[in-house]
């Protein structure tokens, strides 16, 4: 990976975290999930007339994402309303590089080497660190862990969709654009119709942040997308996973959850992690 590829990479995983954390402070998680990914296809639409249409053999890859994307939203919303922002989030995110590197393999043909191996394998230990260490003194809340896996498995999915289908589309932006407007009105659909007249003032109070959150959802999708293009699936996986320690970082400071040493010597393994990586390239 590029210098340039890295900046955008991490610079994901830091919109990608704010994002989550203003989904996560939305109480209301059907509120906050149909403004930001209402907003994603607003977004979408507005980019449509300057960027081209995707190409035909991307359009396979574009819908089967979209349908991974409308399963990870619900179970990222279930994920939110049963666990704390720092241990949901974490493994989510920890969870989904090692199956990309699996994903990918099989799929993208990108057989990592042992620097990217080892890299990998160390950031994912220590993002995953920061959710299994948090659990000591404490009774785990299993149904939380499994929804926070599962979100995790979606990720993984669609990362390795999303790389081969804007790969094949001829324009990064065309596609992050019209995957925005087609996994993002099921979410809105199904609010409408679950609030009907009462849509408007259910969504007015929160509707500033919702956007803002949308925002960043699509600038932070879109880097990743873009650097895709130009690096292996698996290390760009693990590298965006970085989102965790911001992740935790927030849940410290407005979220006032605990944020200590385990944490802290997991920062330390991502840090190794990135190094091995950057390595190998």
């Known amino acids: 990976m590029t210098p340039l590829v890295t900046a955008a990479v991490l610079l ?10 203003i989904a996560h402070r939305i109480t209301d998680k059907l509120v906050g999930f149909t403004l930001i990914t209402g907003g994603g296809v607003l977004i979408g639409l507005a980019l449509t007339p300057f960027t081209a249409v995707p190409a035909a053999g991307a359009w396979p890859y574009l819908l089967v994402s979209a349908a991974v994307h409308v399963a990870y939203y619900a179970l990222l919303m279930r994920s939110f309303r049963l666990g704390d922002f720092g241990q949901a989030y974490p493994i989510a995110r920890g969870s989904a590089p090692l199956v990309v590197t699996v994903l ?24 995953s660190g920061v959710a299994l260490w948090g659990l000591r003194g404490r009774r785990p809340d299993w149904a939380a862990i499994g929804a926070a896996l599962a979100t995790g498995l979606t990720i993984a999915a669609y990362t390795v969709v999303d790389g ?7 324009s990064s932006v065309g596609y992050i654009a019209w995957l925005m407007i087609v996994q993002g009105t099921v979410v809105p659909a199904y609010a409408v119709l679950r609030w009907r007249r009462r849509t408007p003032a259910v969504l007015r109070p929160c509707a500033a942040l919702g956007l803002l959150g949308a925002a ?14 130009r690096a292996d699936l698996a290390p760009i ?11 935790a970082a927030i849940g410290a400071v407005f979220f006032k959850e605990r944020f200590g040493a385990p944490r802290i010597a997991a920062a330390g393994l991502l840090v190794v992690g990135i190094g091995l990586m950057l390595h190998a390239g």
């Not at 960043?216 to 293009?229: D, P």
Request: glycine share 14%; hydrophobic share 60%; with cysteine.
């Open 104 to 127: 990918a393999a099989v799929f993208a043909h990108e057989v990592p080497g042992g620097w990217a191996t080892a890299g990998i394998a160390v950031s994912c230990a220590g993002l």
């Open 237 to 247: 996986a693990a590298l965006r996973e970085s989102s965790i320690i911001v992740g």
């Open 216 to 229: 960043l959802s699509v600038f932070a999708y879109g880097l990743v997308l873009w650097a895709q293009t």
């Open 164 to 170: 081969l289908g804007v790969r094949a589309s001829g």
């Open 12 to 21: 994901a995983a830091v919109t990608h975290a704010g994002w989550n954390a």
